[in-house]
Nanobody
């Protein structure tokens, strides 16, 4: 099972990025998926998820991030707009917290927002 996140990079505050995460060896259930992020010294936090087909967002990203999935491509996306310096983190995908699909989270993709 592999989760390969991509699309991160360096962006100025206010900019946008679209993250992708392709799964191999396991099927992404697009009704139960999530994006998480982690900064050094902190626990991984859930930023966006789809549970039972309904999207949920952390208050810190609500209105700026959008999670979506493509079952045909076995891929989940995170559109991030209006990026802020506090969004700087390594981003990971997996199932939603109650439906994790992999124990190894992969390398994630680094997002760096400059102010």
């Amino acid at each position: 099972v592999q989760l390969q996140a991509s699309g991160g990079g360096l962006v100025q505050a206010g900019g946008s990025l679209r993250l992708s995460c392709a799964a191999s060896g396991v099927i992404f259930n697009i009704n139960h998926m999530g994006w998480y992020r982690q900064t050094p010294g902190k626990q991984r936090e859930l930023v966006a998820s789809i549970t039972n087909g309904n999207a949920h967002y952390a208050d810190s990203v609500k209105g700026r991030f959008t999670i979506s999935g493509d079952s045909a491509k076995n891929t989940v996306y995170l559109q991030m707009n209006g990026l802020k310096s506090e969004d700087t983190a390594v981003y990971y995908c997996n199932g939603d917290p109650a439906h994790l699909i992999a124990t190894y989270w992969g390398q994630g993709t680094l997002v760096t927002v400059s102010s």
